[in-house]
């Protein structure tokens, strides 16, 4: 076999080399690739006592297989994917052992055991199951003596049966369409003419409600949310979540193990009342709302003001799953809603629907960093060796100019299978505000036994599951060894390993550090220090503004330019629907612009700026290009262009749309390496460039940072 995946290597490789260009001769994919996964045999055994046996091999990531038959055939056979082939056997017990391969030779086996026999099937036992997670899924197992595979008849009309079949012992999976009373079969077969059969009656059931509970909202300050019904946030009072407005909907409390959810049978439209405690949702930014129906397709949601007319925006829903939205606000203001005095909710759809998680929220207003410099000045007062010695007050035995601290964490691993350490955190980690983890780490090579991989790796877990390891993300770095050397763990550019999507979970409140490995008995003592999350450089509210009232930025002003924070909207259309925005006049200023201060200096982490435009092409004279810059600068210097740095986008004329300013990824002018600056405090725009006398007239609408 050896011989065989050197050769399929090869001829990869020549093919590669013949087919592509000098440019494209990346052969690394051959050894990258992974094994063959989900190796399985499916047996057919004619009925007429001959022993004749089909077998179909299959696999993922496989180009072909080699099927050794476990009798006293010495040569295997091989095929493709697809493909069969027939086998006599004597009565008997036999081992096949199915090797899938890839394109790269690499192998993966399977043995499975056959059983043919001239006798019917004897001792059948069917078991048949509701799937607990999925609706209206039938889980079918058998098993029986001289038994090698068995057919199920689902009972519903119309439909050719058998539905499916398997081998003895494996389970079916079927789904039905319908939830309901049905007469199902059970047959098993072997290489005898006779078979066996089971018949019964069983109900399929359909999953009414939900059988877990949403993903939990992350931790937020209290000034950065205002929950309706939440068990994360404290709730405001007096919230009647079924007022009787003459609505057929049925109203009940769900609880699911202790997680209180609002369920609304046979909707029609339904409210949420706290017509006596109004909220002033003006500095929010985004309605949350989590629902899971088994029978409704949409729901339209409104929030309801006093002093302004009834809007809605309709979301689409998935059937058996939590569906989970975030609504910019401005949906709703554009449309033309005060959310000065928010009253109520109304939900108007059909079926019925389980809600959760209702609340109001905005950036949060401050970046907690999680930190530790084992001089005691850190916020990490958790640390735990599990299997491993974690000593946080260790005289650093490394001390030099690439690390000049006194103490260290000392992580000892004398061999644990497993091991480890970690800390968990009080507020679980935010990813919106910060991605990355940093450490400085030391390995002396005399520590060191075995051949593990010299890393480490830093995972996220869950530290209130059962299993925090189930669901957890990792990405793991390598390192050298006999130098103080700084990590960074990038949750949004590294490869990750284990559960996906890290930057959309909440539920991350413990980090593991594991260095070479795990489920090895190889020793390794490493030196750890300035472990840190987050950052203490953003303190204030994160700058935005719809000019509808919902924003906060109130020092906005015109450098050589007009301003009005308030015009109505003279292009209002279904590309920009707001009331109001904001005019911006150069009737000829040299250097034209306009610009407002934060309330602090920017944490480029988060580097992004986003804003509406329009620019009237009747307003537009002299032959300046049509664009518009945004600038970062450093209000408090006294010549705050000097070292700002700016990224200039084309514009469209007579159109809204929509320009992001990117300072991690746009081409930068000016000063370099914007995302180390720490003393961004202004934001300048200007359009149609400076340095000349031409007119132009822009309206700019939702200026967004994030």
Not at 17 to 26: E, I
Not at 78 to 85: A, H, R, V
Not at 375 to 394: H, K, L, Q, R, Y
Request: aromatic content about 12%; proline content about 4%; some cysteine.
């Amino acid at each position: 076999m050896k011989k065989i995946k050197n050769i399929y290597k090869i001829c990869i490789v020549l093919l590669v080399l013949v087919a592509c260009t000098d440019n494209l001769r990346d052969i690394s994919f051959v050894e990258n690739m992974a094994p063959p996964s989900n190796v399985a045999a499916i047996y057919d055994i004619t009925q007429d006592n001959t022993g004749l046996v089909t077998i179909t091999p299959s696999a993922d990531g496989a180009v072909g297989f080699k099927v050794f038959f476990g009798d006293t055939t010495k040569d295997p056979e091989t095929l493709t994917p697809g493909q069969s082939i027939d086998h006599t056997y004597a009565e008997g017990t036999y081992d096949v052992k199915v090797v899938a391969y890839n394109l790269g030779g690499d192998e993966t086996e399977l043995i499975q055991q056959l059983v043919v026999s001239f006798k019917a099937p004897q001792n059948l036992v069917v078991v048949i199951e509701n799937d607990k997670a999925i609706s209206k899924q039938v889980n079918i197992t058998a098993n029986a003596d001289f038994a090698a595979m068995f057919e199920f008849d689902s009972g519903e009309t119309g439909i050719t049966q058998p539905v499916a079949t398997a081998n003895i012992g494996n389970t079916i999976n079927y789904q039905y369409k319908d939830a309901g009373k049905y007469s199902v079969k059970v047959t098993a077969k072997g290489g005898a003419i006779a078979t066996t059969e089971y018949t019964a009656e069983f109900e399929v059931t359909a999953i009414l409600a939900p059988i877990a509970s949403a993903v939990t909202p992350p931790v937020r300050n209290a000034t950065d949310v205002i929950s309706i019904f939440s068990d994360a946030y404290t709730n405001i009072s007096g919230v009647d979540y079924n007022p009787s407005w003459n609505q057929a909907t049925i109203y009940s409390a769900f609880d699911l193990n202790g997680d209180a959810i609002l369920q609304y049978s046979n909707l029609n439209y339904q409210g949420i009342d706290f017509s006596n405690n109004l909220q002033d949702a003006s500095s929010m930014e985004m309605l949350h709302i989590d629902v899971w129906t088994a029978d409704a397709t949409s729901i339209d949601i409104y929030p309801i003001s006093s002093s302004s007319s009834e809007f809605f925006v309709t979301k689409q829903l998935k059937t058996n799953e939590w569906n989970s939205f975030d609504i910019p606000l401005s949906e709703f203001t554009s449309q033309g809603l005060v959310i000065s005095d928010i009253k109520q909710f109304k939900f108007v759809g059909s079926g019925t629907v389980f809600i959760d998680n209702l609340y109001f929220y905005k950036a949060p207003t401050t970046f907690p960093k999680v930190f530790d410099d084992f001089e005691g000045n850190g916020t990490i007062t958790t640390w735990f060796g599990d299997s491993a010695g974690a000593d946080t007050s260790f005289a650093n035995p490394f001390k030099n100019t690439d690390n000049s601290s006194n103490t260290v964490l000392k992580y000892e691993d004398t061999g644990g299978q497993y091991a480890n350490v970690r800390f968990d955190v009080a507020q679980n980690f935010d990813f919106s505000v910060k991605k990355k983890f940093s450490l400085k780490v030391y390995v002396p090579s005399s520590s060191v036994t075995g051949s593990s991989p010299n890393q480490v790796s830093l995972k996220l877990q869950d530290g209130t599951a059962a299993q925090p390891w189930v669901s957890q993300t990792e990405i793991i770095k390598p390192i050298q060894l006999d130098t103080w050397q700084t990590l960074t763990f990038d949750f949004e550019n590294d490869a990750t390993a284990g559960s996906p999507n890290p930057l959309n979970r909440s539920d991350f409140n413990r980090v593991v550090l594991q260095v070479n490995g795990e489920n090895n008995n190889d020793n390794v003592i490493a030196y750890i220090d300035d472990i840190a999350w987050g950052d203490d450089l953003f303190t204030g509210p994160i700058p935005h503004d719809d000019f509808e009232g919902g924003g906060n930025i109130t020092t906005w002003a015109g450098d050589s330019a007009g301003l009005n924070t308030s015009l109505a909207n003279p292009f209002k259309n279904s590309d920009n629907n707001s009331n109001t925005v904001l005019e911006y006049d150069d009737t000829g200023g040299q250097y034209a612009n306009i610009r407002f201060d934060a309330d602090a200096n920017f944490n480029m982490e988060k580097h992004t700026f986003s804003f509406k435009i329009y620019v009237a092409s009747t307003s537009v004279t002299g032959g300046s290009p049509n664009q518009v810059s945004l600038k970062l600068q450093d209000g408090t210097a006294s010549q705050p262009w000097v070292l700002q740095t700016e990224v200039i986008k084309p514009i469209q004329l007579d159109t809204w749309q929509t320009v992001t300013f990117d300072f991690k990824n746009d081409t930068t002018v000016g000063a370099a390496d914007p995302l180390n600056r720490t003393d961004f405090n202004r934001v300048v725009i200007q359009v149609n460039g400076e340095n000349n006398n031409d007119n132009v007239k822009a309206y700019i609408d939702d200026f967004k940072y994030q």
